[in-house]
């Protein structure tokens, strides 16, 4: 019933319990359906489909099965998160503590933003059976390594990297927006993608959300994609899957109620090895880490600088990437805190004038832009709610451009180079030697330690 319209929802203050009503797996279209309900009367149907999967053999079934199980635990923070009832009921199969533990963690932790821009404080309880042991699926999985990628900076320095270190990986997206798709096509290498349909019910909810107070905001979408690639691996038949997410990414941005909130928790260490945790359990041959958590974004950037190929097409701009296809940009926006950190990162490592053709803009000589930059930067306010790096890591960008002629006359350079130098000039080395080290807290398998060599520069 995708796509059903609705005439009217309730008010979330009568919205009495979220239900997962059931999933299901289409062989013909290999496409799987997430099923939920509040109460009796709000019903959502998500599709998530597997393109050009081969065909399921009999010994993956229940390995699948399983796998679109807990998706379909996962994806349904998305519909959840408009009306937050205290009670949660899951009407597949019942979910063992273990179970339980990681979903009562990836829903507080992944809604923390949700939770603090919304000024809530979701009760989050999965119920769990006394007893409910899952033994693991004895399904030996290609030796393949798979790297999502989104279209910026990032994943484009991973696939790189690996097919320096000798390694030919294959691509994954969900879904082709431009960036992704000319990416793709400019590495060489084969891809597989996959198409996720948010509910149309629950587009219409949002859009009208304010008439029966319900919410929206910011959930864990990489979490959400790492179960996606789990049962991915099951069908298309790999391995690994190495992401690009940084060490940057485990520093959170504020705190609520005496705990951090992190915009990207589920990027974070902490949920990529929590996410090992469950699936090994059940598909132990399946691994999940980031290649670049070793790294600060900074020397992401650094590294990408010498790429060069990608930069006529990548992009991190999330207007490029926005649900609705009619409302994207072709490329960068050159206003928003995410296009702000990426120039800044990468003009120490790049010639003004190249940069600038690549943004179609100059946001350090707009004006108007100073005080977001001065979030950047820890002058004002808490780091952005954006995939953005540290605040140490843009202040030493900065004052590597307040030394650079060509830029040290822009307008916002020139309005906080007094300000960042006076703070931070004599700890510059101290800076740089903490930003451009190689950290050795990952989680990346030992065979892939020849790759982390090649970040040593």
């Known amino acids: 019933m995708l796509g059903t319209a609705l005439l009217f929802f309730p008010h979330k203050n009568d ?26 009367n709000v019903f959502f149907e998500e599709t998530v489909c597997f393109c050009d999967a081969p065909p399921v053999a009999p010994e993956r079934r229940k390995a699948l099965e399983a796998c679109l199980r807990l998706l379909h635990l996962a994806a349904g923070v998305s519909y959840y998160k408009a009306y937050i009832p205290s009670e949660i009921l899951v009407e597949t199969a019942p979910l063992n503590k273990e179970e339980a533990d990681f979903f009562n963690t990836f829903y507080r932790s992944g809604l923390g933003e949700f939770s603090y821009r919304n000024a809530v404080l979701p009760r989050i309880d999965f119920p769990c059976a006394d007893k409910s042991d899952r033994k693991p699926f004895d399904l030996k999985l290609s030796s393949r390594t798979v790297v999502p990628v989104g279209g910026g900076k ?58 029966y107070g319900a919410l929206n905001g910011h959930v ?5 994609i790492a179960f996606i690639l789990m049962a991915a691996a099951v069908l298309y038949d790999f391995s690994d899957v190495a992401m690009s997410n940084e060490r940057s990414a485990n520093v959170g941005n504020t705190q609520l109620n005496g705990v951090w909130v992190n915009h990207q928790w589920s990027k974070s260490l902490e949920f990529e ?11 132990p041959s399946f691994r999940y880490f980031s290649l670049l958590r070793p790294l600060s974004e900074l ?16 992009t991190s ?23 702000r ?3 800044l990162a990468l003009a120490p490592f790049m010639p003004k004038s190249h940069l600038t053709e690549i943004f179609s803009a100059n946001p350090l000589d707009d004006e108007a832009q100073t005080e977001g930059f001065k979030q950047l930067l820890g002058l004002s306010a808490f780091k952005p709610f954006e995939c953005v790096g540290e605040t140490q890591e843009c202040i030493l960008s900065f004052l590597k451009i307040c030394r650079l002629p060509e830029w040290k006359d822009d307008k916002v350079v020139s309005a906080l180079r007094a300000e960042i130098e006076g703070k931070w000039k004599e700890r510059e080395r101290e800076l740089s030697d903490a930003i ?22």
Do not use: M
Not at 317 to 339: Q, V, Y
């Open 15 to 40: 919205v009495k319990a979220f239900r997962f009503t059931g999933f299901s797996f289409d062989e013909a279209t290999s496409t799987a359906s997430l099923r939920y309900a509040f109460d009796d």
């Open 154 to 211: 990032d994943s484009i320095v991973t696939l790189e990297t690996l097919k320096a270190a000798g390694r030919n990986p294959v691509l994954f997206s969900v879904g082709t927006p431009r960036p992704i798709k000319e990416t793709i096509e400019l590495s060489g290498l084969p891809s597989f993608r996959v198409v996720r349909k948010i509910s149309p019910s629950l587009i219409e909810l949002n859009a009208e959300g304010a008439k």
């Open 220 to 224: 864990p979408v990489t979490g959400i």
């Open 273 to 283: 090895r929590s996410f090992a945790r469950l699936t090994q359990s059940i598909l």
């Open 299 to 314: 020397s992401i950037a650094r590294l990408f600088s010498k790429i060069k190929k990608y930069d006529a097409v990548f």
């Open 317 to 339: 701009c999330n207007r490029a990437f926005r649900l609705d296809e009619t409302k994207r940009l072709d490329r960068w926006c050159g206003e928003c805190d995410k296009c």
């Open 341 to 343: 950190f990426v120039f």
């Open 436 to 457: 451009f080290s190689v950290s050795s807290d990952h989680a990346i398998p030992k065979e892939y330690e020849d790759v982390i060599g090649h970040f040593k520069i």
